[in-house]
């Protein structure tokens, strides 16, 4: 089954670091681009950063830069999001999507993976 | 990095033909087409619903069409029916990155 398996979410405290996995199968994961996807509660999505499908280059929103890092291993079919220095309004539902190849839209979705930022 | 705008609610009768628009600028809607819309139910991933600008994906509902003009798009949903209550947003390219719309609650009275 074609499928992105986000893990990793909890509660973590203002200042602290978590780290973000999805776990890709039933496709090549190795040819496509990824992206980490939020949604805080009650609030629209917002890219959060992305990577091609070599690692070779990477997008991050601004409000990230510095603290969140993107990358994948595509031996292990794995994208990862490592996030640190963490405030309260990163605290959100974390998706990650499969940008469709030679397109510039979302074609996979995972169920997401929740953050709290509290103390 | 400023999100595209829509509405944030959008109302219409079943089997009417609701719009909802997405105005960006010219470093993403205008200048591209690559807008594509995803509807989202309460506690569920988005759904793709359509792809540069006017494409269905395998699957979408032909009562689901797309359009542009100049910067802003937009999504129709014709003969609409209860199952299309849900939140959608639009999405277009800008230089390297993605941006989203704030999103607009569908509401079928």
């Known amino acids: 089954e074609v499928q992105l398996v986000e893990s990793g979410g909890g509660l973590v405290q203002p200042g602290g670091s978590l780290r973000l996995s999805c776990a890709a199968s039933g496709f090549t994961f190795s040819s496509y681009a990824m992206y980490w996807v939020r949604q805080a509660p009650g609030k629209g999505l917002e890219s959060v950063s992305a990577?091609?499908?070599?690692?070779?280059?990477?997008y991050y929103v601004n409000s990230v830069k510095g603290r969140f890092t993107i990358s994948r291993d595509n031996s292990k079919n794995t994208l990862y999001l490592q996030m640190g220095s963490l405030r309260a309004e990163d605290m959100a539902v974390y998706y990650c999507a499969r940008v469709a190849r030679n397109y510039w839209f979302f074609d996979l979705w995972g169920r997401g993976t929740l953050v709290t930022v509290s103390s | 990095q400023s999100a595209l705008t829509q509405p944030a609610s959008v109302s219409g009768s079943p089997g009417q033909s609701i719009t909802i628009s997405c105005s960006g600028t010219s470093s993403d809607v205008a200048d591209y087409n690559y807008v594509s819309w995803y509807q989202q139910h309460p506690g569920k991933a988005p759904k793709l619903m359509i792809y540069d600008v006017s494409n269905r994906p395998s699957g979408v509902s032909n009562r689901f069409s797309g359009s542009k003009s100049d910067n802003t798009a937009s999504l129709t949903i014709s003969g609409l029916q209860a199952e299309d209550e849900a939140d959608y947003y639009c999405s277009s390219y800008t230089s390297g990155s993605t941006l989203f719309g704030g999103g607009t609650k569908v509401t079928v009275l």
């Open positions: 990577i091609r499908s070599n690692g070779g280059s990477t």
